[in-house]
């Protein structure tokens, strides 16, 4: 079986609009990277997700954890790899304020390295670099306190497998 041709949908670039100095909304269109940024972005992303799993169950983060992070490129670079240096350079040009060229850069990173079809780019994208907010069923989740198993067991039956007499349990006087 032979398959087409999948570059252009695999290659759809990410358009993020931005205002600049003018204060006029202009579209960044972001190109996705080249092998070799894609390969140290996403070395990166996967020691930032290890990295995190660890904090998540307990583990202590060593100066060894975060010394290998700091081994990769700058935040710059990572800013420069993901958004493109033309497309980083024109927001700069324009004016666009430092902190949306980072929300940008981090937004294109999640977008060039995560394999969830813009979900997480999107979610860091609209919430303007914030975590997201969980869902209220996330929330409700965290506030319950786990109860015992005995709270949703049933009554046990007659150990003898015989069911009573109706008026069994009145005495007679």
């Keep these: 079986m032979r398959f087409t041709d999948a570059t252009e949908a695999l290659e759809e ?26 390969i140290k972005l996403q070395e990166l992303m996967t020691d930032i997700q290890a990295l995190a799993r660890r904090q998540q169950a307990g583990q202590e983060v060593t100066e060894a954890d975060a010394a290998k ?7 710059a670079e990572l800013e420069e790899k993901s958004l493109g240096r033309e497309v980083r350079d024109q927001m700069i040009r324009d004016g666009v304020k430092l902190r949306s060229i ?7 990173f999640y977008w060039q390295t995560l394999q969830d079809e813009g979900a997480t780019a999107e979610a860091y994208w609209k919430s303007g670099g914030k975590a997201p907010k969980p869902n209220r069923a996330q ?9 015992g198993a005995a709270t949703t067991t049933k ?4 150990a ?3 069911k009573p007499k109706a008026g069994a349990s009145k ?3």
């Design 13 to 38: 670039p990410l358009v993020l609009p931005l205002r600049g100095a003018n204060k006029k909304l202009k579209d960044y269109k972001i190109e996705p990277v080249d092998a070799a940024d894609g």
């Design 69 to 75: 992070l700091g081994d990769k490129d700058s935040l």
């Design 102 to 108: 980072q929300v940008a850069g981090m937004t294109a």
């Design 139 to 147: 929330r409700r989740t965290a506030t319950r306190t786990q109860q």
């Design 155 to 158: 009554k046990r039956a007659s």
């Design 160 to 162: 003898t497998g015989t």
């Design 171 to 173: 005495t007679k006087a």
